[in-house]
């Protein structure tokens, strides 16, 4: 009986509504071991994870029966209402519309884990647009700047 064999590995980042500064040290930990059991859920690998105050990255290795759509609309949906439950913000919490998602190799994994787990010192020297355009541009990804994040920077 043949079986299936899959190596996917996908970068999800999304950012808080209005590019408030809202995922605090307080909760942050918590918030990153709830994503992570989203994503375990969803028979995937949670790899690296950061929640920086107003975005997140994940890398995910990404079950083959699993759309990269649904993994980051459960994960966006479930944390949002994770949080509001907890009442770890003043105010109702949501993220912004949509996503980044950028497959890697296997040889870019421990590098793409390094870069998330990173991200507090990464984010002293660079904001999040400028990151998030050069991720788009070392990528080829072409885009429109209409339908990117909103930019409060």
């Known amino acids: 009986m043949a ?7 996908i970068q999800i980042v999304f ?9 605090t040290e307080k909760f942050r ?8 059991g989203i994503i375990s859920n ?3 690998k949670p790899l690296a994870i950061y929640c920086n105050p107003d975005h997140t990255h994940i ?5 083959p029966s699993i759309s990269v759509a649904t993994i980051a609309g459960d994960i966006k949906a479930s944390s949002s209402k994770w949080i509001n439950e907890n009442k770890f913000v003043v105010g109702k919490f949501n993220w912004q519309d949509g996503y980044g998602a950028f497959s ?4 870019q994994i421990d590098d793409v884990c390094k870069y998330i787990l990173n991200q507090a010192e990464h984010h002293k020297k660079r904001t999040f647009k400028d990151e998030y ?21």
């Open 104 to 107: 890697y190799s296997k040889s």
């Open 15 to 23: 950012a808080v509504q209005n590019r408030t500064n809202l995922i």
């Open 3 to 9: 079986n299936t064999y899959t190596q996917i590995y």
């Open 42 to 44: 969803n028979k995937s």
């Open 59 to 63: 890398l995910i290795g990404l079950h």
């Open 29 to 36: 930990d918590q918030l990153e071991k709830y994503m992570c």
């Open 133 to 153: 355009l050069s991720i788009l541009q070392k990528l080829n990804i072409e885009y429109n700047d209409s339908y990117l994040f909103e930019w409060y920077d």
